[in-house]
C-alpha cells in the first residue's frame, strides 16, 4: 500500500513524514547493510509549489552551500568528486574516494549514456507537449544491478531510478522515482535537486512548474538519526522562496556554465579574500542567480575563517530570506 504524504512546500511533507516515523515509532526496526532503520515503504511525495523545495525545519540545518554546489555539478553533467567534495567533507564516506564517480546523476542525464537526456527532453516537448514517453533514465542494469553474489556493483549506485517528465495545462509535471530514499541525509537534497531540474526545464519550455511528484520505495530513517529527524519543527510558512532559475535553454545553459566557472575559481587554493570578492559580484545576472553565488561565496569564507566577509557578503548581496534564515542556522551550528 502507498502511503501519501501531499503538500504546498518541501517543508509540508517533511513534517508530515516525521509525524508518520513518530507513530512507527522504533518497534519497527529493519536490518540493512549500513545499520538498523525505520522504514515506510512505497512512500508518495507530492509538492504544489515546487519552488518552496527548500526543508528549513530540518536540525541540523541543511548544508545550503552544498546542496546548491551539488545543483551546479549536476546540470553541468559532471561526475568527478574535486568539484563536489569540497562543499560537504563527509560526501566520500558514502561514494567512496574514486576520482570520479560511478552513480553521479549529471553525468547519467548530459553524457553517460552517449545522450544528452536533458537536452533531448526539452527538443521533444518543445514539439510534442502531449508527449508521453519522455523519461531521464539514471539507474542503469548494466551497470548497477548487483552481481549474483549480492555484492553492489559499487559504493555510488544510484538510488534515484528516473524522472518521468509531462507537460499538462500548460504546466511541466515531474515525477521521480527512488529505489532507497535517506531522509535525513538522501530527501532534503533530492527535493532541491530535482525540483530545480524541474524549474529550469520549465524556464527552458517557458512554461509554469506543475506539481513535483516522487515515489520512494524505501523511506527510511537510520537509527543513528531518528533522534535529529525528530527534533524537526514547523517553519514559519511566510518565508518563501520567490527566485526564479527559469531561462531560455541557450541562456540557461551559459548561466550554469559561469556558475559553475566561478565556483572552479573558489576552490583555487591560492583565493584571497579581495578575489573572492570579485567573484561573488554579479552584476549582469538576475538576482536569483546572484543569491545562489552569494551563498557559496559566503560558504567559502566561513571555511577560511573569513566570517565578516563571510557575513558581508550575506547581508550585501543576498536576498533570498530561505537562503538567510537556513545559512544563519548552519553558520550558528558550525560556529558553537
Not at 525545519?57 to 559532471?78: D, Q, S, T, Y
Not at 535517506?182 to 520549465?202: C, R
Request: hydrophobic content about 40%.
Amino acid at each position: 500500500m502507498i502511503s501519501v504524504f501531499n503538500g504546498i512546500t518541501a517543508d509540508d511533507v517533511w513534517m508530515k513524514l516525521v509525524k508518520e516515523f513518530q507513530l512507527v515509532g522504533t518497534s519497527q526496526m529493519q536490518n540493512s547493510r549500513n545499520g538498523k532503520m525505520i522504514e515506510i515503504l512505497h512512500a508518495g511525495i507530492s509538492i504544489s509549489d515546487p519552488r518552496q523545495r527548500w526543508v528549513m525545519g530540518r536540525r541540523p540545518a541543511l548544508n545550503l552551500a552544498f546542496a546548491l554546489a551539488e545543483v551546479i555539478w549536476i546540470v553541468n553533467g559532471r561526475r568527478d568528486l574535486a568539484f563536489i567534495d569540497v562543499w560537504n567533507s563527509q560526501y566520500k564516506n558514502f561514494v567512496g574516494e574514486a576520482s570520479e564517480l560511478h552513480g553521479a546523476y549529471g553525468d547519467r542525464l548530459r553524457t553517460r549514456y552517449g545522450l544528452n537526456q536533458m537536452k533531448r527532453a526539452y527538443q521533444i516537448l518543445s514539439r510534442d507537449p502531449d508527449s508521453r514517453q519522455v523519461v531521464l533514465q539514471i539507474w542503469s542494469s548494466m551497470m548497477d544491478m548487483p552481481e549474483s553474489d549480492a555484492t553492489p556493483a559499487s559504493k555510488d549506485v544510484p538510488c534515484n531510478i528516473n524522472s518521468m517528465l509531462k507537460v499538462r495545462n500548460g504546466q511541466l509535471e515531474w515525477t521521480q522515482i527512488i529505489r532507497s530514499n535517506d531522509m535525513f541525509l538522501g530527501l532534503p537534497y533530492n527535493l532541491v535537486q530535482f525540483t530545480s531540474l524541474q524549474e529550469i526545464m520549465a524556464g527552458w519550455l517557458n512554461i509554469k512548474c506543475g506539481s513535483y511528484n516522487q515515489i520512494s520505495d524505501s523511506m527510511h530513517i537510520y537509527e543513528t538519526d531518528i533522534k535529529n529527524v525528530f527534533q524537526s519543527y514547523t517553519f514559519p510558512s511566510a518565508i518563501r522562496n520567490l527566485d526564479s532559475l527559469a531561462l531560455p535553454y541557450s541562456e540557461s545553459e551559459l548561466v550554469w556554465r559561469e556558475l559553475e566557472s566561478r565556483v572552479e575559481r573558489m576552490r583555487s587554493p591560492e583565493l584571497d579574500e579581495k578575489e573572492l570578492r570579485t567573484i561573488s559580484q554579479w552584476d549582469s545576472i538576475s538576482q536569483a542567480y546572484q543569491n545562489i553565488l552569494s551563498v557559496l561565496a559566503a560558504e567559502v569564507a566561513r571555511r577560511r575563517n573569513w566570517g565578516d566577509l563571510a557575513n558581508e557578503i550575506m547581508e550585501s548581496r543576498c536576498t533570498n530570506p530561505v537562503f538567510s534564515n537556513i545559512w544563519a542556522q548552519w553558520y550558528t551550528e558550525r560556529s558553537r
